[in-house]
């Protein structure tokens, strides 16, 4: 098992209700990787948009996880 970093947008960032940022990317998983940098350091995210914005911070963290399961 490996242990990657995130970091939870859960407001809107870049034409997106909601972001969450990885230590790597899952090109494998998930479509259209994009970087980032934050706090001078290299953040992957991928495209994932529709998750409700009303939802808690921990399903909106759900949401975003699904596609990488």
């Known amino acids: 098992m490996e242990t990657v970093n995130g970091l939870l947008c859960p407001r809107q960032h ?6 969450l940022f ?3 990317p899952f090109p494998t998983r998930g479509q259209n ?3 980032h940098n934050i706090l001078g350091a290299i953040w992957h995210t991928m495209s994932w948009n529709g998750v409700d914005p009303e939802l808690a911070w921990d399903e909106i963290l759900g949401a975003h996880l699904r596609p990488l399961q």
């Open 22 to 24: 990885l230590s790597k």
């Open 33 to 35: 990787w994009t970087t």
């Open 14 to 19: 870049g034409g997106y209700v909601s972001r």
